[in-house]
């Protein structure tokens, strides 16, 4: 299959909304992935999943805070022994230094405590917009929608967004719904992705929202290209054989 290009254009809004309520129907117990016990954990855990599954790290996790399970023996933490717990994550190093970093952020500077504002949130090490948006949802319930690879896949196939940066289709996607469903539809994004809207190839024959998607006739007209372009190139191939083979004879 080649690459699917994403829609063009945008559905039009009455479309946006229904995608979305059909999404919501078919996720409605949606939350993040990753297992965490508290604010702390939460936020570590995102911090860890950068390029990496929630599955990897939930696996890696329980070593991590068994060992440190606050931010005081966090911050205090030599760096190589937590890049050998985190090693299986990706980045080990980088994102060691990051949580025992973050970690002293939050001893030094909130008490050892993680804020839930997203001043502050983003001003920890290693936390971005979207690291700080899923703790606020996820933690605090508070009003912020995450962009990951999944979200920003999937909000382009279903034509809710022509973003070229997170931010750009964080606003789209946050125009569509109230504050109160920033965070699930995060996660409604998110699950289809995982279980239907896959990369590199979507699985449009169970989708549920196929109908109104502008990504199926897409796909169709991908592959009606690649189809002819195969054909006219089939008999020139023949061409190039037919003299090797009179040889032979």
């Known amino acids: 299959m080649p690459a699917i290009p994403f829609p063009k254009k945008k559905v039009a809004r009455e479309t946006a909304l229904e995608e979305l309520a059909i999404?919501?129907?078919t996720y409605p117990h949606a939350v993040t992935a990753l297992e965490y016990a508290n604010e702390f954990q939460l936020l570590i855990a995102v911090i860890?999943?950068?390029?990496c599954t929630d599955a990897r790290v939930n696996a890696t996790t329980p070593a991590l805070f068994a060992k440190y399970p606050t931010p005081a023996k966090l911050a205090a933490a030599k760096q190589a022994?937590?890049?050998q717990i985190i090693k299986s994550c990706g980045f080990f190093r980088m994102k060691a230094r990051n949580v025992i970093n973050c970690a002293r952020d939050l001893v030094e500077r909130f008490g050892g405590s993680v804020p839930r504002d997203r001043e502050s949130l983003e001003s920890l090490a290693g936390v971005g917009r979207k690291t700080a948006s899923v703790v606020m949802a996820a933690a605090f319930q508070e009003a912020a929608l995450a962009v990951?690879?999944?979200v920003f896949r999937v909000a382009h196939r279903l034509g809710l967004t022509l973003g070229k940066t997170p931010r750009q289709v964080e606003d789209d996607l946050t125009a569509l719904?109230?504050?109160r469903k920033w965070g699930d539809t995060t996660h409604w994004l998110i699950m289809h992705g995982r279980a239907v809207c896959k990369a590199p190839t979507?699985?449009?024959a169970q989708c549920p929202v196929a109908?109104?998607?502008?990504t199926p006739a897409i796909i169709s007209r991908t592959l009606t290209a690649r189809a002819r372009s195969n054909g006219s190139a089939a008999p020139?191939?023949?061409r190039r054989r037919a003299p090797s083979a009179r040889k032979k004879a």
């Open 81 to 83: 022994d937590v890049e």
């Open 236 to 238: 020139a191939a023949r």
């Open 148 to 150: 990951d690879t999944h």
């Open 177 to 179: 719904q109230p504050p």
């Open 23 to 25: 999404l919501e129907r």
């Open 48 to 51: 860890l999943s950068a390029q």
């Open 202 to 204: 979507p699985r449009c």
């Open 211 to 214: 109908t109104l998607c502008p």
